[in-house]
């Protein structure tokens, strides 16, 4: 089992950049598939990020491919989202997940591969 709290979210303009970041504790990151998935308000939780258990492998959404960036540090035992070009509609919660996951290299986009959540933290862009 693990817990994640991330952290890092803020106000930025539109343009700007934030890094966030997810603690995890209890087991380390390598043993899981790590996502990152964002809810605004009204709408449904999607898919942002994912990093496969071995770490090699990345997926991310078209609406942020090439702004955003996904990351870890297993000796941190923390994963990160380095957002770039922050436009207004990238408001939301962003949330910081993880998914037991017996293949090495897949990278799940969806909500219900993942069995554990952390809190979330909120990323306001200004225009």
């Known amino acids: 089992q693990v817990q994640l709290v991330e952290s890092g979210g803020g106000l930025v303009q539109a343009g700007g950049s934030l890094r966030l970041s997810c603690a995890a504790s209890?087991?380390?990151?390598?043993?899981?598939?790590m996502g990152w998935f964002r809810q605004a308000p009204g709408k449904e939780r999607e898919f942002v990020a994912a990093m496969s258990r071995r770490g090699s492998d990345t997926d991310y959404a078209e609406s942020v491919k090439g702004r955003f960036t996904i990351s870890a540090d297993s000796a941190k035992n923390m994963v990160y989202l380095q957002m770039n070009s922050l436009k207004p509609e990238d408001t939301a919660i962003y949330y910081c997940?993880?998914?037991?996951?017996?293949?090495?290299?897949?990278?799940?986009?969806?909500?219900?591969?993942?069995?554990?959540w952390g809190q979330g933290t909120q990323v306001t862009v200004s225009s």
């Open positions: 997940a993880a998914a037991v996951a017996a293949i090495p290299w897949i990278t799940p986009a969806t909500h219900s591969a993942y069995n554990y």
């Open positions: 209890g087991r380390t990151v390598s043993s899981y598939a």
